[in-house]
């Protein structure tokens, strides 16, 4: 069987409707100017509506096209995800999106353009896919240079708790690691872009496992 090449409209549209959901809550996180989820919802909406527009061009054509108006969007938010689309636009080149593509997507995506280390082999255990993730964060584990994208000693001590924490309340090891990608991601941001790069994060993760469900 083909493998199931992702509608990525509806992908980010999901997105843009679990966002819709927590916008009260996130404008409520924003003590600066209270509109960090009108923001959000309207930064996936514009994402969502912008690959349904080119929906006949390629994956990766779509995420650049998308990255292209986003970034013409004066918002701190805006700018980041449109460097997060440019550098899945170039992670995609060339290569269908796929379900199994979505804790790689959501890497690229919530890294806000920031360089990704070269892929290591496919990881054949949980932690060792917790690993890979924070190795294509710019994870090493040792601490970042001054102003540079990058995770640092705590920053990876603090997706590895994440972690833990959500395995030990029961939860499965694709939300568990959807989870400590968030926090990785979060480095260096505000608690309310922290908060909104999880929900984006767990609705990736439960739009790819959507469609991963109805292609068996």
């Known amino acids: 069987m083909p493998t199931q090449q ?7 549209k999901t997105v843009a409707t679990a966002l819709d959901s927590n916008r009260s809550t996130l404008n409520q996180a924003d003590s600066y100017n ?11 909406n514009l994402i969502a509506g912008a690959m349904k527009e080119k929906k006949t061009a390629s994956p990766a054509e779509q995420l650049a096209y998308a990255g292209s108006l986003l970034g013409q969007k004066p ?3 805006a700018k980041y995800y449109a460097g997060g689309l440019a550098q899945a636009a170039q992670q995609f080149a060339g290569k269908s999106v796929t379900p ?3 804790l790689r ?6 890294g806000g353009g920031a360089t990704a280390a070269p892929q290591p082999a496919a990881p054949s255990a949980p932690g060792d896919l917790l690993g890979s993730l924070l190795s294509g964060l710019g994870g090493s584990g040792q601490p ?5 994208p990058g995770l ?3 920053d990876l001590l603090n997706a ?3 972690y833990m924490s959500a395995k030990q309340r029961g939860e499965t090891d694709a939300t568990a690691l959807m989870g400590a990608l968030a926090t990785a991601a979060s480095n260096g941001q505000t608690p309310y872009r922290a908060q909104s790069g999880a929900v984006v994060a767990n609705a990736l993760m439960q739009a790819f496992g959507a469609l991963t469900s109805k292609s068996k």
């Open 144 to 148: 970042a240079a001054a102003g540079q």
């Open 160 to 162: 590895g708790m994440s």
């Open 105 to 110: 997507l959501a890497q690229v995506l919530l």
């Open 100 to 102: 199994e593509d979505a």
């Open 152 to 154: 640092d000693i705590g």
């Open 6 to 12: 992702v509608n990525l409209a509806k992908v980010f």
């Open 34 to 44: 209270h509109d960090h989820g009108d923001n959000m919802v309207e930064i996936f």
């Open 75 to 77: 918002s701190g938010s």
